[in-house]
């Protein structure tokens, strides 16, 4: 399986201004929320119940610009 069979253009996100990793999680959960008309606390909760168990590649070596 490659990346574009589940990933478009429209789903990239560039240049994304967020302050840290909880902001960067909850934008990520607003996008996927509203892709998939769900609430967008539920998303929250759950990206960061699976960031909990390991890194996700975000942060600690990630680049987050402000």
Same mark, same amino acid.
């Given at each position: 399986? &490659?990346?574009?069979?589940?990933?478009?253009?429209?789903?990239?996100?560039?240049?994304? %201004?967020?302050?840290? &990793?909880?902001?960067?999680? %909850?934008?990520?959960?607003? %996008?996927?929320?509203?892709?998939?008309?769900?609430?967008?606390?539920?998303?929250?909760?759950?990206?960061? &119940? %699976?960031?909990?168990?390991?890194?996700?590649?975000?942060?600690?070596?990630?680049?987050?610009?402000?």
């Amino acid at each position: 399986m &490659k990346i574009e069979d589940f990933l478009s253009a429209s789903d990239v996100a560039i240049d994304v %201004r967020v302050s840290d &990793k909880a902001g960067l999680l %909850r934008e990520l959960a607003a %996008r996927a929320a509203s892709a998939l008309d769900l609430a967008v606390d539920a998303v929250a909760n759950e990206i960061e &119940k %699976r960031d909990e168990l390991g890194s996700t590649g975000i942060g600690g070596g990630g680049r987050i610009c402000t």
